[in-house]
């Protein structure tokens, strides 16, 4: 049975739809001789009759019925293979892991990037891990995700790749009973917070944007006073809710809103942005996959700028 191929199959399965050799010989483009012979082949390798020829053309025997409805069903699934190889080769299906940061998700590129990339390639299978970027990063490294939307830069992991996607403005986020959330609506010049308790997404796990908070206040003249490190960007603005201290945080979180929660723009002289960046493995770069999620996020970049 090991020796039967596929082309002896779909020789006598086009036979038996034609019901007569020589029109089967010019739809296979063979001559008849080599099309006789791979029947008689096949014959052989059963050691059954699987076909009655008559005047009018050939019929299938009761053998050859069952043949057929087999060999038709594998063959039809040969070809859906091929045509998923194909797919898969192209980056058009399998199993894409995506990773993203909590502020990351709230951002509407992000969404926006997965909702399109689902509309365009709908047999490949999207995981979506959310976690901090450190430990998105680590997960690239250990090969349990393929890509990742993070905050942080990549620092000491040679092996990956990541490239700034684009980067949004900060916002100070207030009690809803402090005095500058009552008096003041423009931008806060970053100096105007010295005083302050900050509350702050602690550096293990966001260490880009606590680098990127502390800097900025030293180049405002003073070093904050940290009064509680949160887990999560959400976890800060439900202290700052609580009346604990203020914050800084990405753009995008002004979406959560948050009971207690003022949100004040930055003033330009405090230089201090939110990065959003894609990373991935250097290695992944020969995956189709990776390839084609890497073009349209790009592509939705361009759309976006364009606008």
């Known amino acids: 049975m090991a020796t039967i191929d596929l082309r002896r199959l779909k020789a006598f399965v086009t036979v038996v739809e034609e019901g007569n050799i020589t029109r ?28 009655e020829r008559f005047p009018r053309g050939v019929e299938p025997t009761d053998i050859g019925k069952v043949l057929f409805k087999e060999a038709k069903a594998l063959l039809d699934r040969a070809e859906s293979l091929s045509a998923t190889m194909q797919r898969a080769t192209e980056g058009k299906q399998g ?111 966001g260490q880009g944007l606590y680098d990127a908070i502390l800097a900025a206040c030293y180049r405002a003249g003073f070093s904050p006073r940290i009064v509680q490190e949160a887990p999560r960007l959400t976890s800060c603005l439900s202290l700052v809710g609580a009346g604990l201290g203020v914050s800084i945080v990405p753009a995008c979180m002004v979406r959560l809103g948050g009971d207690g929660v003022v949100y004040l723009p930055l003033s330009e002289e405090a230089e201090l942005h939110a990065p959003l960046y894609l990373a991935q493995r250097k290695d992944s770069q020969s995956s189709a996959m990776i390839a084609t999620f890497g073009e349209l996020v790009k592509g939705q970049l361009e759309e976006e700028n364009q606008r």
């Open 95 to 205: 199993n894409i892991r995506i990773g993203f940061t909590s502020s990351a998700a709230l951002h509407a590129f992000v969404p926006n990037v997965l909702r399109r990339y689902r509309e365009f390639y709908p047999q490949v299978t999207a995981q979506l891990e959310e976690a901090g970027s450190t430990e998105l990063l680590q997960g690239l490294v250990n090969r349990t995700l393929d890509v990742a939307f993070v905050r942080t830069p990549v620092l000491g992991m040679p092996e990956l790749k990541i490239e700034r996607i684009l980067q949004e403005s900060m916002r100070v986020a207030l009690p809803v009973g402090h005095p500058l959330a009552q008096r003041h609506r423009g931008p806060v010049a970053l100096k105007t917070l010295i005083n302050e308790g900050f509350i702050l997404y602690r550096r293990p796990a």
């Open 24 to 51: 089967a010989a010019q739809r296979l483009f063979i001559q008849q001789p080599p099309l006789t012979r791979l029947l008689q082949s096949l014959e052989q390798e059963f050691g059954v009759k699987l076909l």
